[in-house]
């Protein structure tokens, strides 16, 4: 009898009606933010992927704060696989709740001070 393989556990995340402006324009307000969300929505093109591959050069203690702001704005959606996170940009419950904002996200330009080294193009 096979396994049973139990669907991953998904972090709290606010649903879009308790999406609040003030609270996403505050967890954007920050470039490291911003970086983050612009590279699940740019190079990873909207798909899942580990936190580890976002590529900002900081602490990992530092990334993992703003992984969560960004999950408690509503922007990301995270869920655990075995110890790692997947994140992903909840594109459509943002774009229902604030038409347009991904779009400013995904034209701005990410300065390369923020990359790792062997991400700058």
Same mark, same amino acid.
């Given at each position: ?11 709290? #995340? ?6 609040? !402006?003030? $609270?996403? &324009? ?10 983050? &969300? ?7 093109? /909207?798909?899942?992927?580990?936190? /580890?591959?976002? %590529?900002?050069? @900081? ?11 960004? @999950? ?7 869920? !655990?696989? %075995?110890?790692?996170?997947?994140? @992903? $940009?909840?594109?459509?419950?943002? #774009? #229902?709740?604030?038409? /347009? !904002? ?11 001070? &923020?990359? @790792? ?5």
């Amino acid at each position: 009898m096979p396994e049973r393989v139990d669907a991953p556990e998904r972090l709290p #995340q606010p649903s879009p009606a308790e999406m609040d !402006l003030p $609270v996403v &324009l505050d967890a954007l307000s920050d470039p490291i933010r911003l970086a983050i &969300l612009h590279r699940y929505l740019v190079d990873a093109a /909207g798909g899942e992927r580990s936190c /580890g591959w976002v %590529g900002v050069d @900081r602490p990992k203690s530092t990334l993992t704060h703003h992984f969560r702001v960004l @999950r408690e704005a509503g922007l990301l959606e995270q869920h !655990l696989e %075995g110890l790692t996170r997947i994140s @992903r $940009v909840r594109v459509e419950d943002v #774009q #229902q709740r604030f038409p /347009g !904002l991904l779009d400013l996200v995904m034209a701005w330009q990410v300065p390369a001070a &923020l990359m @790792r080294a062997d991400l700058v193009a």
